[in-house]
Every structure is written in C-alpha cells, then in structure tokens.
C-alpha cells in the first residue's frame, strides 16, 4: 500500500510531459535585409525549401472561437507527402521575424508552434528557426529528429539560395 501511494504521489508531482523544444541556426554571408528579402514573405518557403513543392497563401483562418484572423499558408510536400496548412501567428518586419503554428498535415507533432528570424551579424546574417511542440505517434528523439531536419534542409536551401555553401548547424 505505501508503494502505491509513493508511485501515485511521484506520478502526480511529476506531471505532464513538458514539450520540446528545437532552434538550428546558420551563419549566411549575406547582409540580413537580403536574407529577410528571401524568407519573409509567410509564403517565400516555396522559394528556398527544397522539401516545399508549392505554398498557397489563402488569407485568413476565421475561427469562431478566435478574435483575430491570421494569415495561412498550405504548402504541399514533396514526395506525395501531402499538405502542411499552417497560420501565421506574429510578424516583426523591424525584427525580421515571423511566428506561425502548425494547425494540420503530416508531420508528428501536437501544439507546434515555431519563429523564424533573421538576424545581423557583422556584414552577415545568422538565420534562427526555433520550435516548441509535443512529440505525436512517435517517440520524442525520433519527434526531434524529424524536425530538425527539416529546418536542417530549410537552412541549407537559404544558404543556396543566396549562394553560400552549406555548413553544419548549430
């Protein structure tokens, strides 16, 4: 009985899982305004991510439950994967960053919620994709895995894009 009560009491001080977090970043030769000029159209992804085959912009996502109407964006997946339909959720031109959250498609994650920002460093850039989720049907490792591939992918198609070599991630 003791066993029992300690396992439910360290079951309940444990709580739920906190969710995970992931920022790649990469260094770009390139002055920051050209960068932002390249990724931060809410759209532009289709420009530099060689995994987007095609992002349509559709306005604005009107929820009842919501006040505000946020821009969305459905980018269709290479490799028949499907769609991605995703909102923008904050934008800092002055800042060079945009916020948006995942709201379905085929990726494994819940409460995605993820920035994208450009910022200055000497007569470069250093571009920073950072993302709070929680892992779904699959494992957090494997979760993260994916995603940091994705932006891995992401940040060497903006490095090509402005033509930069590839390098490791941070």
Do not use: K
Request: charged letters at 20%; proline letters at 6%; one cysteine or more.
């Amino acid at each position: 009985m003791r066993q029992a009560i300690l396992g439910v009491t360290l079951t309940l001080l444990a709580g739920p899982a906190s969710a995970i977090e992931v920022s790649r970043s990469r260094d770009i030769p390139a002055p920051a305004a050209a960068v932002w000029a390249l990724i931060g159209g809410f759209c532009s992804i289709a420009l530099w991510h060689p995994q987007v085959v095609a992002c349509e912009a559709s306005g604005t996502r009107d929820d009842a439950d919501r006040e505000d109407n946020e821009p969305v964006r459905r980018l269709v997946v290479a490799g028949g994967l499907g769609t991605l339909v995703e909102a923008e959720t904050r934008r800092d031109e002055a800042g060079m960053s945009y916020s948006y959250a995942f709201i379905e498609g085929p990726l494994p994650v819940a409460a995605y919620n993820a920035t994208l920002q450009v910022r200055p460093n000497g007569t470069g850039a250093t571009v920073v994709w950072s993302a709070t989720f929680d892992p779904a049907g699959m494992s957090e490792a494997e979760a993260r895995a994916d995603i940091e591939g994705v932006y891995d992918q992401g940040l060497d198609g903006i490095a090509r894009e402005l033509g930069a070599p590839a390098t490791r991630p941070r």
